[in-house]
């Protein structure tokens, strides 16, 4: 038997949904059906054996799109597994203050974390531009955040490899 997954997702500027298509792709290369959707779709989770959830993060928050598919999707959400993932300038900070808020979770994604029960939440490095505003531009540089596309996608591969292995190690042959 061969597992369903659905990866759904919201997304500002497009690099979101491009993280999502690879996972979808690299998912799809170990054997598993996808299905890659926004979440403004309302993709049906219960047809599913597992779900893949992704969104930026902006001002500290995954997009109100995917907390909206989570809210109305989450009595099936509960019922499998499922995986977090959002995309942001945490991994890339540098310095000492960028060191101390690099791993941080901030609640609201935290939020969403737990109450989907996620068997991992993973924060990948987004794409950014230079912002046009000074004050911002001074506290990247201050959190040593340097614009520029930061997606791994080494690190994108790695994951749905992980992912890939759990999902068939919990369907029956």
Do not use: C
């Not at 928050?61 to 907390?67: D, S």
């Not at 340097?146 to 690190?155: A, K, L, Q, S, T």
């Amino acid at each position: 038997m061969t597992a369903n997954v659905l990866v759904a997702y919201a997304s500002a500027d497009g690099s979101t949904a491009e993280v999502a298509q690879r996972l979808g792709e690299h998912l799809r290369a170990t054997g598993l059906q996808v299905r890659i959707a926004p979440a403004t779709d309302s993709p049906d989770p219960t047809v599913v054996d597992a779900v893949i959830l992704g969104s930026p993060i902006h001002d500290g928050a995954l997009l109100p799109e995917l907390t909206a598919f989570v809210d109305a999707n989450l009595a099936a959400l509960l019922q499998r597994p499922v995986w977090l993932f959002s995309l942001g300038m945490g991994p890339v900070l540098r310095g000492p203050i960028g060191a101390l808020l690099r791993t941080k979770v901030t609640p609201p994604v935290a939020g969403v974390r737990d109450t989907v029960n996620a068997v991992e939440y993973h924060a990948f490095a987004g794409r950014f531009a230079r912002s046009p505003q000074l004050r911002i531009r001074a506290v990247m540089g201050l959190l040593g955040a340097v614009p520029g596309d930061h997606r791994n996608w080494d690190e994108v591969a790695q994951w749905a490899a992980d992912i890939s292995r759990v999902v068939r190690a919990r369907t029956p042959d």
